[in-house]
T-cell receptor, first 114, second 112 residues
C-alpha cells in the first residue's frame, strides 16, 4: 500500500519563526510536490522536485524554500513564518513524466502562524 | 494557460439521490484528467482518472468520461450515500510535464 507521511498534522508557530515541514514517501517516486490549500483557491503548487537535490519553483514560492537530500524525503521550509502562511500544506509524490500519472498525497499539515 | 473550472458548492443531496459535479478544462495537447476526494481532516485520495479522450474512469460507483469535444470531465454517481460527504477536486496533468492543475473543489453534503 502506497504511503506518503507528513511529520505533523497540526502546528502552531509564532511570526518570524523558522518552520520545517517534512514529507516522506515509500514508493521510490522521483517526483515530489508541496502544495498549500486555502478555501476557495484549491491547491496551489509551492515547489516541485524531480530528483535528489533538484527543485523547481511552482506558482507561489515566495517565502518558502525546499530541501531534498534523499529520494524519499522532501522538506518545506518557511524561513520566517508570517500570518499569511497560515494554511493547510499538502505533500504529494508521483512517478516521472511519462510514467503512471497518479499523484499520491499525504494527510496534510495544518499550520497556524500567530 | 491551462486551467480547471468546477462547479461551486456546497452541493447538498439526500441519500440515494443522483450526483453530478461539473468540471471543464482548458489545456493544450493531451492532458490526463483526475477526480480526487478529500474526506474531513485528510489529504486527497485518487477517486478515478482517464488518460485519453472517450476513456471512462470509474470507482466506488462514481464515473466520469473524458470528453475532448466539450473539454469536460463531469463526475456522476447514481445513488449517493452519507459516507460520500467530502470535497471533490477535478484536476489535470499537463501533457508532457510534471505539472498538475486543480480546480477549487466542490463540497458535497449528503443527508440521511
Amino acid at each position: 500500500d502506497v504511503k506518503v507521511t507528513q511529520s505533523s498534522r497540526y502546528l502552531v508557530k509564532r511570526t518570524g519563526e523558522k518552520v520545517f515541514l517534512e514529507c516522506v514517501q515509500d514508493m521510490d517516486h522521483e517526483n515530489m510536490f508541496w502544495y498549500r490549500q486555502d478555501p476557495g483557491l484549491g491547491l496551489r503548487l509551492i515547489y516541485f522536485s524531480y530528483d535528489v537535490k533538484m527543485k523547481e519553483k511552482g506558482d507561489i514560492p515566495e517565502g518558502y524554500s525546499v530541501s531534498r537530500e534523499k529520494k524519499e524525503r522532501f522538506s518545506l521550509i518557511l524561513e520566517s513564518a508570517s500570518t499569511n502562511q497560515t494554511s493547510m500544506y499538502l505533500c504529494a509524490s508521483s512517478l516521472p513524466t511519462g510514467g503512471e500519472e497518479t499523484q499520491y498525497f499525504g494527510p496534510g499539515t495544518r499550520l497556524l502562524v500567530l | 494557460g491551462n486551467s480547471v473550472t468546477q462547479m461551486e458548492g456546497p452541493v447538498t443531496l439526500s441519500e440515494e439521490a443522483f450526483l453530478t459535479i461539473n468540471c471543464t478544462y482548458t489545456a493544450t495537447g493531451y492532458p490526463s484528467l483526475f477526480w480526487y476526494v478529500q474526506y474531513p481532516g485528510e489529504g486527497l485520495q485518487l477517486l478515478l482518472k482517464a488518460t485519453k479522450a472517450d476513456d471512462k474512469g470509474s470507482n466506488k460507483g462514481f464515473e466520469a468520461t473524458y470528453r475532448k469535444e466539450t473539454t469536460s470531465f463531469h463526475l456522476e454517481k447514481g445513488s449517493v450515500q452519507v459516507s460520500d460527504s467530502a470535497v471533490y477536486f477535478c484536476a489535470l496533468r499537463e501533457w508532457g510535464t510534471y505539472k498538475y492543475i486543480f480546480g477549487t473543489g466542490t463540497r458535497l453534503k449528503v443527508l440521511a
